[in-house]
């Protein structure tokens, strides 16, 4: 079945760039939309954005100015990448494949990825 | 961008019972809308798409209804492990995609 696993470090300090990796395994990467959303600890779902494999990507214009994303399709692997981080961002951080412009299913594990110095 | 709003923030519900959640548009989404549930330390898990169509493995005892902006989540005989959080998402008008608060459904 598909699975997704988020993994980079749990600790960022203020200021610098949060980095996060999601590996899929079970299906090919190629021909599917991918997506990150966060979770600030006991508070609700946040959309950062999506990256389709051939390297098209779309974000949460709040966030826009900050997010870039990456796919590396021979490693089966997208990345995200949020600048300037503040304790704001302390969130689970979660990859998931976007289905057909729609819902977002499978989810990965989560990754909580807190800012502070 | 779409706000979506859920109610009531907590549900208290005995075992047995039907638990009856609501998602509201702020503008019309047709019915491109879904429902996941969220246990405690897990990632949240599709279950309704379409607004009422359940995805894979999905109990039929979880429906969804409603078109436009008003959206209902029915569960109609809650299970020991039904309660947890149900969050609501619109794929109707983005940027950006958009999910509500979230209901939580406990033990009454």
């Known amino acids: 079945q598909v699975q997704l696993q988020e993994s980079g470090p749990g600790l960022v300090k203020p200021s610098e760039t949060l980095s996060l990796t999601c590996t899929v395994s079970g299906v090919s990467i190629n021909s599917f939309y991918w997506s990150w959303i966060r979770q600030p600890p006991g508070k609700g779902l946040e959309w950062i954005g999506y990256i389709y494999y051939s390297g098209s990507t779309n974000s949460n214009p709040s966030l826009k100015s900050r997010v870039t994303m990456s796919v590396d399709t021979s490693r089966s692997q997208f990345s995200l990448q949020l600048t300037s981080v503040t304790a704001a961002d302390t969130a689970i951080y979660y990859c998931?494949?976007?289905?057909?412009?729609?819902?977002?299913?499978?989810w990965g594990q989560g990754t909580l990825v807190t800012v502070s110095s | 961008e779409v706000v979506m709003t859920q109610s009531p923030a907590t549900l208290s519900v005995s075992p047995g019972e039907r638990a009856t959640l609501s998602c509201r548009a702020s503008?019309?989404?047709?019915?491109?809308l879904a429902w996941y549930q969220q246990k405690p330390g897990q990632a949240p898990r599709l279950l309704i798409y379409g607004a009422s169509t359940r995805a894979t493995g999905i109990p039929a005892r979880f429906s969804g209804s409603g078109s436009g902006t008003e959206f209902t989540l029915t569960i109609s005989s809650l299970q020991s492990e039904d309660f947890a959080v149900y969050f609501c998402?619109?794929?109707?008008?983005?940027?950006?995609?958009?999910f509500g608060g979230g209901t939580k459904v406990e033990i009454k």
């Open positions: 998402q619109q794929y109707h008008n983005w940027p950006p995609l958009t």
């Open positions: 503008q019309s989404i047709s019915s491109s």
């Open positions: 998931a494949r976007w289905s057909n412009y729609n819902y977002f299913d499978p």
